[in-house]
C-alpha cells in the first residue's frame, strides 16, 4: 500500500479564493481524519469519519471550512473563502478500528499559504 | 473533554545518555495513550501505544514509555539517545471509556534535540 496520499503537497493561492485538499486513505481503513498544525496552534483536530460518515466536525474553524467523504477511498477538505489565518500544514490521517486503538497513518501533509 | 499537555517545547540531550520526554493526560474513561515522532516536512509516524496491560511499552526504535495512572502521565524514555532521535515528538489521547468515540487529541508537541 502506498499509504495515505495527501493532494496538493504544496498550494499558495491569494485571500478570497477557493482551496480544496484531498486525501486517498489507506485501502480498508475505516476511519479518517483531518488535521491542521500551525506554531502557535499546534496539531488540531478538524474532523474525522468512521465508515464515510462524518461523526465530531466540532473541530472546523467556522463555516469557511466544509469536508466530505463521498466513498470509503476519497476525502476533501474546502476552505472558502480562504484567508491568510489559513494558512498551516494540513494532515489527512486513517485508522482500522480493527487493531484495536485506531492507530493513525498520516499522509505527507498539504503546507497552505494564503496570501 | 480529553485533553494532554506536554510541559516541555524543547529537551537537549547528550548522545547517549538517556531521554526522557513528558506528557500527562486527562480522559473521564480509560485512556489509550500514543506517541507520534515528526521529521522535518514529514506526517507523523507512529512510535508506541498504551491499551491495557503492562505500564511500560516498548515501541519502535528504542523508545519506550511508562503509563502511570495515580499520576495520570505517559513519559517516553530512551536508555541512550542517538543523534538521529533529534525530531518533534507528540503524545496523542483516546478516550477508551467510550466505547464508540475516537477522537484522538495531540499534544502541542515537544522538540528533542540530541547534540553529538
Known amino acids: 500500500d502506498a499509504g495515505v496520499i495527501q493532494s496538493p503537497r504544496h498550494e499558495v493561492t491569494e485571500m478570497g479564493q477557493e482551496v480544496t485538499l484531498r486525501c486517498k486513505p489507506i485501502?480498508?481503513?475505516?476511519?479518517l481524519f483531518w488535521y491542521r498544525q500551525t506554531m502557535m496552534r499546534g496539531l488540531e483536530l478538524l474532523i474525522y469519519f468512521n465508515n464515510n460518515v462524518p461523526i465530531d466536525d466540532s473541530g472546523m474553524p467556522e463555516d469557511r471550512f466544509s469536508a466530505k467523504m463521498p466513498n470509503a477511498s476519497f476525502s476533501t477538505l474546502k476552505i472558502q473563502p480562504s484567508e491568510p489565518r489559513d494558512s498551516a500544514v494540513y494532515f489527512c490521517a486513517s485508522s482500522n478500528r480493527n487493531d484495536g486503538a485506531n492507530v493513525l497513518t498520516f499522509g505527507a501533509g498539504s503546507r497552505l499559504t494564503v496570501l | 473533554a480529553q485533553s494532554v499537555a506536554q510541559p516541555e517545547d524543547q529537551v537537549n540531550v547528550a548522545e547517549g545518555n538517556p531521554l526522557t520526554v513528558k506528557c500527562t493526560y486527562s480522559?473521564?474513561?480509560?485512556?489509550?495513550l500514543f506517541w507520534y515522532v515528526q521529521y522535518p516536512n514529514r506526517g507523523l509516524q507512529f512510535l508506541l501505544k498504551?491499551?491495557?496491560?503492562?505500564?511500560l511499552v516498548k515501541g519502535s526504535y528504542g523508545f519506550e514509555a511508562e503509563f502511570n495512572k495515580s499520576q495520570t502521565s505517559f513519559h517516553l524514555k530512551k536508555p541512550s539517545a542517538l543523534v538521529s532521535d533529534s525530531a518533534l515528538y507528540f503524545c496523542a489521547v483516546r478516550d477508551g471509556g467510550y466505547s464508540s468515540a475516537s477522537k484522538i487529541i495531540f499534544g502541542s508537541g515537544t522538540r528533542l534535540s540530541i547534540r553529538p
Open positions: 498504551y491499551i491495557t496491560g503492562d505500564n
Open positions: 480522559v473521564s474513561g480509560n485512556p489509550y
Open positions: 485501502s480498508g481503513h475505516d476511519y
